[in-house]
Nanobody, 115 residues
Framework: QVQLVESGGGLVQPGGSLKLSCAASGIRFSIYAMYWYRQAPGKERELVATITSDWKTNYANTVKGRFTISRDNSKNTVYLQMNSLKPEDTAVYYC?????????WGQGTQVTVSS
């Protein structure tokens, strides 16, 4: 059974930080490309960050310089460190794993940035 389980979301004030985690099981984690997406109410799903199996990273322009994606293959976990958070970062954040035709998603974790 393949599972991706996100954690670490919550309520934070503007300018604050959160670190999201996504723990994977049931896949050979180290060879999968990993992605963080987010979706805010009334908006389309947005790709936030990417990390490949050889540690190449990419970020949406809206989060460059503020967010960092990383992975720990020994723990089968991908992370998203979020700093200098803004109200427009408020969304449900989803973890995604892809390899060839395989495409797996987590259940999402809510991030709310508000004073």
């Amino acid at each position: 059974q393949v599972q991706l389980v996100e954690s670490g979301g919550g309520l934070v004030q503007p300018g604050g930080s959160l670190k999201l985690s996504c723990a994977a099981s049931g896949i050979r984690f180290s060879i999968y490309a990993m992605y963080w997406y987010r979706q805010a109410p009334g908006k389309e799903r947005e790709l936030v960050a990417t990390i490949t199996s050889d540690w190449k990273t990419n970020y949406a322009n809206t989060v460059k310089g503020r967010f960092t994606i990383s992975r720990d293959n020994s723990k089968n976990t991908v992370y998203l460190q979020m700093n200098s958070l803004k109200p427009e970062d408020t969304a449900v954040y989803y973890c995604n794993a892809k390899l060839y035709v395989d495409d797996y998603w987590g259940q999402g974790t809510q991030v709310t940035v508000s004073s």
